[in-house]
């Protein structure tokens, strides 16, 4: 990797010589696994919170609200603040909110989803109805029932605009994989002849949101992610300094099959701690 060298003095991560300002990072894989933190997470955080660093924890998952996310970290061992913490339920809410300011749409939602979803529409000042609503915006739950997916489909092609927070065909479960909103907005698609427009990850979309939560700018913040094709490939688009961690889905042997390259790989963020 050819990476920018630095004074052995420094502690900071450079980057055509801009000092990495604010760092975003992927959650499964890289902090936690299993709900097991992953060693060198903890320090990473406190080290971010301790120097005051802007950061945000990024998840696809719009399961839950920030607060939920992190009382499930810190029983991990992770202690992350909830205003970092950013899911796509949040990003949502976030585009949903521009699109009504600035193009005059009305703001009603029909939701599937969780109280990651519902309370982040809410607080963008969305009603939620299941009667004319501008939007249908589908979300990642485990009680998908046919009824709700059946409404769904009749406010689509009634006119409501198809939103989803994530295209994440499986979500993990103790047990397996479990369907999870890709599989789901699938469905409805196949109903409707109408595709989502998809917020999270890999859509850069998701960066741009949370990079505009806390005042970042693209030219000094970096992305750490343990897969290519979504935390990598979208961080490059979004125009941020990339970091692949080994510790998750993808593995060094597979990063040659990808036509594009991250700025750093390291084993995990036990090695990125030394270096900020
Ligand atoms: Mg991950």
């Not at 300002?21 to 997470?41: K, R, S, Y």
């Not at 920030?66 to 603040?81: F, I, K, T």
């Not at 909830?82 to 990003?91: G, Q």
Request: with cysteine; net charge negative.
């Amino acid at each position: 990797m050819a990476e920018e060298s630095t004074p052995n003095t420094s502690t900071s991560v450079y980057r055509n010589g801009h000092e990495i300002e604010c760092w975003l990072t992927d959650m499964d894989g890289v902090l936690v696994h299993e709900n097991q933190a992953i060693p060198g997470a903890a320090e990473l955080i406190q080290r971010w919170v301790d120097t005051s660093k802007r950061f945000l924890v990024l998840t696809n998952n719009s399961i839950y609200t920030p607060r939920d996310l992190a009382a499930r970290l810190s029983a991990s061992g992770l202690e992350v603040p909830e205003e970092n913490i950013w899911t796509s339920a949040l990003a949502t809410a976030q585009f949903l909110k521009d699109q009504v300011q600035s193009s005059d749409s009305g703001n009603r939602a029909y939701t599937i989803g969780e109280a990651g979803l519902t309370t982040a529409l809410h607080e963008a000042g969305f009603i939620l109805t299941d009667t004319d609503p501008d939007f249908v915006v589908l979300g990642e739950t485990r009680t998908y029932s046919f009824e709700a997916i059946t409404m769904a489909v009749r406010h689509i092609l009634a006119g409501a605009r198809f939103i989803a927070t994530n295209p994440d065909a499986t979500g993990p479960s103790k047990d397996g994989p479990l369907p999870a909103t890709g599989a789901i907005a699938a469905m409805i698609t196949k109903a409707t002849g109408r595709e989502p427009y998809i917020v999270g990850k890999p859509n850069p979309m998701m960066f741009r949101s949370a990079m505009n939560q806390i005042d970042a700018h693209s030219e000094t913040t970096a992305m750490i992610g343990d897969r290519m094709d979504t935390d990598i490939i979208a961080g490059m688009e979004a125009g941020l300094h990339t970091v692949l961690v080994l510790s998750g889905i993808t593995q060094r042997d597979e990063v040659a099959s990808f036509p594009f390259r991250p700025n750093q790989i390291l084993d995990s963020v036990a090695d990125l701690k030394s270096q900020i």
